[in-house]
């Protein structure tokens, strides 16, 4: 297979990557589904009456369509990495697999990074100094009479030196 470099501006978010590998096999199974509809009439008697039986059912369609939608996920991400990928394109709608962020076991996001642009820095880290500062605010001043930092820089100095050891914040 070919390397492909995309242009960040043109490049999906995780978000329309996920939409369009959810959507796009649901829509190939429900094509999937009205053709096994379509082709029931050429079955034997017998079995088309069992298949005509399921899809005069709600309930059961739903549950064929819900199958079918499986199977053909199931089945296209093990060929994927096999085949070209305008046909991964096609049959799942994105040859490129979201990336989600790891969560704790009881679902609270994994921060792993704490970087952000030169100049900025992230919600949390920023966040998080706006508490210390707090903390420290006009009876901590910056741990001395009379101090000798602001709390805003007390407060920075002490998240650096945190994130410096490892420490990550969380949301």
């Known amino acids: 297979m070919s ?3 995309t242009d960040e501006r043109t490049a999906l978010s995780d ?4 939409t369009l590998r959810t959507a796009t096999p649901t829509l190939w199974g429900l094509l999937v589904t009205a ?3 379509v082709l029931a009439g050429r079955l034997p008697d017998e079995l088309y009456a069992t298949v005509e039986r399921v899809l005069d059912s709600d309930v059961l369609l739903l549950l064929v369509v819900t199958l079918v939608v ?3 996920y199931w089945l296209w991400r093990r060929l994927e990495d096999h085949v070209p990928l305008w046909l991964v394109r096609l049959v799942l709608g994105s040859a490129r697999t979201p990336s989600y962020a790891p969560v704790t076991a009881d679902g609270t996001a994994v ?3 704490v970087a952000a642009g030169a100049g900025y820095e992230v ?3 920023s966040d998080a100094k706006t508490e210390v500062a707090d903390l420290l605010g006009t009876d901590y001043g910056g741990y001395d009479d009379p101090p000798r930092v602001d709390s805003i820089e007390a407060a920075d100095r002490i998240v650096e030196r945190l ?3 490892g420490w990550r914040p969380t949301g």
């Open 3 to 5: 390397t492909t470099i």
């Open 15 to 18: 978000r329309a990557v996920a």
């Open 35 to 37: 053709l096994l509809g």
């Open 70 to 72: 499986t199977a053909w």
């Open 111 to 113: 921060i792993t990074s």
């Open 123 to 125: 919600a949390e880290v």
């Open 163 to 165: 994130i410096a050891t």
